[in-house]
């Protein structure tokens, strides 16, 4: 009875396929938010403040009122709302108080575009501009401007945040492992740096667009390009006080949205709008320019890092400062500064470690979830920091990383223990050093005459990132058969482009033992019909909702064995499901086909039992803690994928200018679910990475104003920037709790590809640059500064 | 924002547009900077005059003497298309090549280039060493000024509100004349020039000249005619740094200006000795 | 002031009433119906809005609808041929060349006029033709691998 069954059918884990939403995306029949029209639709247009700080004296909308076709006007003094994921600390339009240029004051809606554009400049709006300050390093002065002055009044998730009253602190997360003072004494010597990030643009081709409606009885209606419909329907149940079954979210096709779209955005003023519009629909499209200026970015960061160190290269202790430079309200920021810290020594063994991640206002754009969640930029410093030491000490960077990398029994700085199964970064940097030849690289020396030229350099840097996530985050899936045996799958985390559904087609095809085509894993995400799921972020939807599915797929696996179990007079655990048939294990040919019970099985006497097949199914992230306040110590990590990349730049030394020849990447993921998803993940990550190494990052003038609000003067890669050669590397230790042993692999590839460019630089011209971008300006400026120095 | 569109067929019918609508019209060759400053409001004008109707202006002719002229509505693929720009009046095509977008040069005009007079325009600094002039018409009368006469500064210049760019006349190069041009970005992809410039060799009249964009107001141009027998390419970058004004903005500081544009001369000159 | 503008696109003969300041894009989007086109900047920086305009590949967010009056305009609607996708889908599919799809429309836009234009494009041509199509997704190397393979199929005279 126990001979073990394995099927050789519909094996698709691990395999290819096409993506589920090709055809509609190459035919243009793919619908977004940014073309969905519903009837009595009005437009709305947002005004926004010049200042970055300022009072508001004065608002009269008394010449905006009279523009033909306006139906509703909105401002801060009309809208007492205030928003906020953790910290609840903006107001949906500005009120009293402006905190950055580009903040919401002011919204109208009315029959056309046009006349919503001209009504909302006809708004007069009278400012008192006030002090302001912009770097988060100078906002942490006892004497610097205050941006949230009563933010010890301001609710907020409490245990997990902790804002610091009369300061510009919106969270003060630490992590204090072991002794630091003892781990310093330990070492044989002691290194400090510097590093700083710039804030960058998610700059998703579909930028924010949210139509919503206030229907009677007091319900509401979104339909948005979103990441995360029960996260929107959430805080709006929450914001407006309505029960959760009164508000609809539904998300058709995004055109992007790599964490900007993670939360909640444009809905809560396209809903109130509609309100005061007498409940017509109101559709908000943000302009490039509103992308850029308006809607949130990454958040800047500056990095203290302080290590010891053997002469042998193992870390005795790290203590580092974070300086989040969150913008003007909190948003994801604190959770950033939260989860980054988790991460902030990187992946390696550190026995002693202090880290204070301090998420600070400043007046300017507020930053929100980006892709990597603070990784890329945590890691910037940590292993640009690692190479400096590396090299002082006279040491290989490889070498140094090998030496101090977690392996199997090591426990990472939040005390989490390293099993077999954690993944393997050793193997990873491993495979990228040898595919881009780093023990045969430039080594140029640091002092004497710089290079000149065009020179190459090489350079390593490893990753890691775990989902950062409530310990309660969950997914659910509903798979249902249609009367020819196909399924649909319903589940609501958003595939915006990742391709998590081709994935899980894999798996549920798999899993049910039927073709792939059979799968359609159902494109529009709505609250009302759709079971539950957390939010489209932290690369855990292929993990979480894989599971999910897989649990649905037993679920209907039993229920059709059930009902055949009847039908072939058989015990169900001799019943073998396969090929879109359920059969009698040991006599093949007594069987039934799922066709012949997907909605109910009937006798030839007419007698009828079972009913649809619906499977459900849901999955719990299992075991997560809480982090310790004071100590940052507990399980927060769902799993942890592992990576590194492996750079060669050629550099012109006379412009500063860099070409990239080559870039290997590693990642242990578990196991490949989808080969083309899983590789085009990388290749999109890496090529979007190489975007904030060379030359993204807003740029603000004194006064605060956002210099380039545009494609003009904010670059994005392009074709032409994609480096000659790309690969890729997969490991597989598989994630004991992964679906087929995955884990996620969104976030990871764009992580540590400015590490990696910086120190290919320090390899090719001996010169360390510790700011980003590395545009060819400043590249220059850095070797033209590092050949006075050198060469006087 | 609301304005009244025509398309005149003839110059004589532009003319008059031009004459009743003055300052309140807008002349539309490729639109490619026109719609962005629609866009932007930096611009409302009552009345948009499209000049694609007018065949004359479409026109690109290579006289028999060696000079060549283009009318206001040839757009810049059709000038790097044209082999016969290929010979001493390389820069010129060449510098099409390297501005904007291909999609965009399907529609942008050299004139418009020219009119708008953005500091960046990367066809200015090849006409200027070509000795280009522009035409400029109000009904029967004509004139014709050369690049940095009618270019006063930041999209500033003398066109007069009823006149209109009608065509670009470069006139014979000299027997043996080669002009290069070059562009520094900060990107690989298309961009905004943060310095430009373009050189010419004239061995017959031992002419050796240099044009800088987007470094300065106005195009800045040095005659570099003293070191023609023997080009020092540090002498000529030093003089081009000296002679530019550049300023520190989103794109650039005024250090990395000069340097680049020390940069690019140097290049040039290696250009013209490969 | 309204103007009447007639226009052929993908073969069917429009006509339509819009504001001289009306762009093509909002043109074939509001007016048309033609919402394949996508707009991501409106100033002609990132492609997504491309279409052909009597055969040249243009940003139809920087042309005026009443420029296009008496045109020929080709969109993404009028790439399949009917229920038949065109080589370039069918290999964009094949090779995963895209994710969120919101860049798609305009560079395969690119990639037919690309293919128009040369019979035999080098990969420089390739990544020249769609170097203004911005895309935040894949990092272009799929969307390059799928030109390459329907170029090297026409160059050996493979049939569509």
């Given amino acids: 009875m126990s001979v073990p069954y394995k099927s050789d059918k519909h094996q698709y884990v691990g395999g290819n396929g096409e993506r589920l939403d090709a055809i509609d995306k190459v035919t243009g029949a793919a619908v977004y938010a940014h073309e969905m029209v519903v009837p009595g639709m009005l437009y709305g247009r947002i005004k926004v403040s010049p200042y970055a700080h300022a009072r508001i004296k004065r608002v009269d909308t008394s010449k905006a009122e009279k523009v033909e076709g306006v139906r509703a006007i909105l401002t801060g003094a009309t809208l007492d709302m205030i928003l906020g994921l953790y910290m609840c600390d903006r107001h949906i339009l500005g009120r009293d108080v402006v905190r950055y240029q580009g903040e919401q004051v002011a919204a109208v809606a009315a029959e056309t575009e046009f006349a919503a554009r001209r009504a909302c400049e006809l708004i007069e709006i009278e400012y008192e501009p006030l002090p302001a300050v912009f770097d988060p390093e100078e906002a942490l002065a006892d004497d610097a401007v205050r941006v949230h002055p009563d933010l010890h009044t301001y609710n907020h998730m409490r245990g997990v945040f902790f804002p610091q009253a009369h300061t510009n602190i919106a969270h003060h997360q630490k992590i204090r492992k072991g002794d630091i003072e003892a781990g310093f004494a330990q070492a044989d010597q002691i290194f400090e740096h510097r590093f700083t990030n710039p804030p960058v643009a998610h700059a998703p081709i579909e930028t924010h667009v949210t139509i919503a409606q206030a229907l009677p009885g007091r319900r509401a209606h979104i339909i948005t390009s979103a990441q995360s419909p029960f996260t929107v329907r959430n805080l709006f149940a929450i914001a407006f006080g309505m029960p959760h079954n009164n508000v609809r979210v539904q998300i058709p096709y995004v055109g992007g949205g790599f964490g900007g779209k993670a939360g909640i955005h444009l809905e809560p003023l396209a809903y109130c709008l509609s309100r005061q519009a007498g409940g017509r629909p109101v559709k908000i499209t943000a302009t490039r320019e509103e992308e850029f200026n308006v809607l949130p970015s990454r958040q800047g960061l500056k990095t203290i890092i302080k290590t010891g160190v053997k002469n042998d290269g193992r870390i005795t202790a790290l203590k580092v400062k974070y300086m989040w430079d969150a913008g003007a309200y909190a948003d994801y920021g604190v959770n950033i500064g939260r989860a980054a810290a988790t991460s902030g020594a990187g992946p390696y063994v550190v026995d002693n470690c202090w880290i204070d991640s301090l998420v600070v206002y400043t007046n300017k754009l507020y930053g929100t979830a980006f892709r990597g969640f603070g990784h890329l930029e945590v890691l910037w410093g940590v292993e640009r920091n690692l190479d400096r030491i590396a090299h002082a000490l006279g040491l290989n960077p490889y070498e140094i990383r090998q030496k101090n990398v977690l392996r199997t029994g090591t426990t990472t700085i939040t005390g989490e223990k390293i099993t077999a199964n954690h993944g393997r970064p050793d193997i990873c940097l491993e495979k990228v050093a040898k595919d881009i030849g780093f023990e045969d690289r430039t080594k140029a020396p640091t002092t004497g005459p710089l290079p000149k030229g065009k020179v190459r350099g090489k350079g390593i840097a490893l990753l890691q990132k775990s989902p950062a996530m409530p310990v309660f985050t969950s997914c659910s899936a509903f798979i249902k058969f249609n009367e020819d045996a196909s399924v649909n799958v319903l589940i609501s985390g958003v595939d915006y482009g990742q391709g998590t559904y081709s994935s899980l087609a894999n798996i549920v095809a798999q899993e049910l033992s039927i073709p792939r085509e059979k799968v359609n894993v159902v494109y529009d995400c709505d609250t009302a019909t759709q079971p539950y799921d957390w939010q489209t972020v932290a690369s855990r939807f292929q993990v979480m909702g894989g599971n999910a599915c897989i649990d649905a797929c037993h679920d209907c696996i039993a229920q059709i064995k059930q009902v055949a179990a009847q039908v072939l007079r058989a015990p169900e655990h001799e019943l073998i499901c396969e090929d879109e048939r359920v059969f009698v294990r040991h006599t093949p040919d007594q069987g039934l086909s799922y066709r012949e019970l997907a909605i109910g099985y009937t006798y030839p006497n007419g007698n009828s039992i079972g009913g649809p097949i619906n499977g459900r199914g849901k999955y719990i992230a299992q075991g997560l803690t809480h982090l310790d306040p004071e100590t940052g110590q507990g399980k927060a990590a769902l799993d942890w994928t592992y990576g590194a990349h492996g750079m060669e730049i050629e550099l012109d030394t006379e412009t500063g200018e860099i070409e990239v020849i080559k870039i290997a990447s590693a990642f242990d993921v578990g196991q490949i679910i989808h080969e083309g998803m899983c590789r085009t993940q990388v290749q999109g990550g890496v090529v979007q990475g190489l975007g904030s190494a060379l030359f993204e990052g807003f740029r603000f003038d004194e006064r605060g104003r956002m210099l380039n609000p545009s494609f003009v003067d904010y670059k994005i890669p392009t074709a032409k920037d994609v480096p000659r050669e790309m690969t890729q590397h997969f490991v597989e230790t598989p994630q004991l709790d992964g679906p087929f042993g995955a884990r996620g692999v969104g976030e990871h590839p764009m992580i540590s590809i400015p590490s990696a460019m910086g120190n290919a630089i320090f390899d090719a011209t001996g010169v360390d640059i510790i700011d980003l971008p590395l545009s060819s300006e400043n590249v220059y400026m850095a070797l033209k500064g590092a050949r006075k120095t050198r060469e006087s | ?274 | 002031m309204d103007y009447d503008i007639e226009l052929t696109v993908n073969g069917v003969k429009y006509k339509t009433r819009a504001p001289a300041s009306f762009t093509l894009i909002q043109l074939l989007r509001d007016k048309l119906h033609l919402t394949g086109t996508k707009e991501g900047c409106g100033i002609g920086e990132c492609g997504a809005c491309n279409v052909l305009l009597d055969g040249k590949l243009v940003n139809s967010c920087v042309v005026l609808g009443v420029e296009a009056n008496g045109a020929e305009i080709r969109t993404i609607e009028g790439e399949a041929n009917g229920e038949e996708l065109s080589d370039l889908q069918q290999a964009f599919i094949k090779h995963h060349a895209l994710q969120c799809g919101f860049c798609t429309p305009g560079m395969l836009m690119s990639a037919r006029d690309l293919l128009n234009r040369t019979a035999n494009p080098t990969d420089e041509e390739i990544v020249e033709a769609i170097a203004a199509n911005l895309c935040r997704c894949t990092g272009y190397v799929t969307i390059v691998d799928a030109i390459r393979e329907v170029a090297d199929a026409k160059s050996k005279g493979g049939a569509k």
């Fill in chain 2, 1 to 274: 924002m609301n304005f009244a569109y025509e398309k005149p067929t003839t110059t004589k019918a532009l003319s008059g547009l031009l004459e009743q609508a003055g300052s309140g019209a807008a002349l539309l060759a490729g639109g490619t900077d026109l719609l962005g400053q629609l866009r932007g409001r930096l611009l409302e004008p009552q009345l948009v005059i499209d000049l694609k109707g007018i065949e004359e202006l479409s026109l690109i002719e290579h006289h028999e003497d060696g000079s060549a002229s283009f009318g206001a509505t040839v757009v810049a693929n059709r000038i790097i298309d044209d082999k016969r720009f290929h010979g001493p009046m390389a820069a010129l095509p060449i510098a099409c090549s390297r501005s904007a977008t291909f999609t965009i040069r399907n529609r942008a005009t050299i004139v418009g280039n020219i009119a708008n007079a953005s500091p960046c325009a990367d066809s200015v600094p090849p006409l200027c060493v070509l000795g280009a002039e522009v035409e400029l018409r109000a009904g029967d009368e004509v004139r014709r000024l050369a690049l940095p006469a009618f270019i006063r500064g930041v999209r500033a210049t003398v066109r007069k509100k009823n006149e209109y760019v009608a065509a670009v006349h470069v006139p014979a190069q000299a027997k043996g004349t080669r002009t290069f041009f070059r562009k520094h970005q900060r990107v690989r992809g298309h961009d905004l020039a943060l310095a430009n410039a373009a050189l010419l060799h004239d061995p017959e009249g031992k002419r050796l000249r240099v044009a800088i964009g987007s470094c300065s107001p106005a195009p800045v141009l040095v005659n570099l005619d003293d070191m023609f027998d023997a080009p020092d390419a540090e002498e000529a970058a030093r003089r081009c740094m000296k002679a530019i004004l550049p300023i520190s903005d989103v794109r650039a500081s005024v250090e990395y200006r000069i340097d680049m544009t020390g940069v690019l001369v140097r290049r040039l000159l290696s250009d013209l000795q490969a």
